[in-house]
């Protein structure tokens, strides 16, 4: 079965491997999919993200994971992929309220599609994408929260490799 796991992934983060980590024991095959966003402004552009995601991958020996990029709908990259499944990474109570609303608009889209909610690690909770972009342009560490690929990239992005 194939699954696919959406999102902007601006940057990825340790959160986001540990998800498709998991999904890679779950499934046949899971397709990373970057939402391609022209109006949203991102650090990453869209063959950095999918560069950086490929290169954590291969270092997570991660063989059924493969990362594609759409625009437009999901449910229309969905059918697509040959997918009616998706799976998002839940955090808090926030991100379930978000995420329930467009699951029902995608479900009535594209009978048959459905979300999966997968609880992100209690280790990993607090991380975002856009904390890790945040702390990065104050010139904070963020080791802790990406990969060490992912951390170069980063500070080579925002000049801060060498404070």
């Not at 759409?70 to 309220?97: C, H, M, P, Q, W």
């Amino acid at each position: 079965m194939k699954v696919i796991y959406p999102g902007s992934f601006d940057p990825i983060t340790i959160g986001h491997l540990d998800i498709i980590e998991r999904l890679s024991k779950m499934f046949d095959e899971v397709v990373v999919a970057i939402l391609i966003n022209e109006v949203k402004h991102t650090l990453f552009s869209i063959e950095e993200r999918i560069e950086l995601i490929k290169q954590d991958i291969k270092e997570y020996k991660l063989d059924n994971v493969v990362v594609k990029e759409f625009d437009g709908l999901l449910v229309d990259f969905a059918k697509k992929e040959n997918s009616k499944t998706i799976v998002r990474g839940i955090r808090a109570v926030t991100d379930y309220e978000y995420e329930i609303n467009i699951a029902q608009f995608n479900s009535s889209l594209y009978p048959g599609f459905e979300t999966i909610f997968l609880l992100s690690d209690p280790r990993y909770s607090f991380i975002s994408s856009s904390g890790v972009r945040e702390l990065a342009s104050f010139g904070g560490d963020v080791s802790k929260f990406v990969s060490k690929n992912v951390k170069k990239a980063i500070e080579d992005k925002v000049d801060i490799g060498g404070r």
